[in-house]
């Protein structure tokens, strides 16, 4: 079993910058691949970023491509993602993922442990 809890949302203006954290506790948080996703109201959630089990692989989708920067501290059991030149499309509520995975996870179905989310918000 891993435990996830998000904290980092709010609400920002267009342009802003937020930082959003995954903490981790259980089992070997180095052992699973972590990601990021999101879900606006009315869509289907969807995927954000993703970092390797050593933090030094990721990959991004290209909407936020640029902008946003996932990593992770394997000696604090958290990670991160840093968004920046935020726009209002990227409202949603934000979830990081754990994924036994060795490899860059995309989609939800190879994530066995969720957050309860993060709600971001951003006002034009």
């Known amino acids: 079993q891993v435990q996830l809890i998000e904290s980092g949302g709010g609400l920002v203006q267009a342009g802003g910058s937020l930082r959003l954290s995954c903490a981790a506790s259980?089992?070997?948080?180095?052992?699973?691949?972590m990601g990021w996703f999101r879900q606006a109201p009315g869509k289907e959630r969807e995927f954000v970023a993703v970092?390797?089990?050593?933090?030094?692989?990721?990959h991004y989708s290209d909407s936020v491509k640029g902008r946003f920067t996932a990593s992770r501290d394997n000696a604090k059991n958290t990670e991160y993602l840093e968004m920046n030149s935020l726009k209002p499309e990227d409202t949603a509520v934000y979830y990081c993922?754990?994924?036994?995975?060795?490899?860059?996870?995309?989609?939800?179905?190879?994530?066995?442990?969720w957050g309860q989310g993060t709600q971001v918000t951003v006002s034009s």
């Open positions: 993922a754990a994924s036994p995975s060795g490899y860059l996870p995309r989609v939800y179905w190879e994530y066995d442990y």
């Open positions: 259980g089992r070997s948080f180095s052992a699973n691949a």
């Open positions: 970092v390797s089990r050593d933090g030094i692989s990721t």
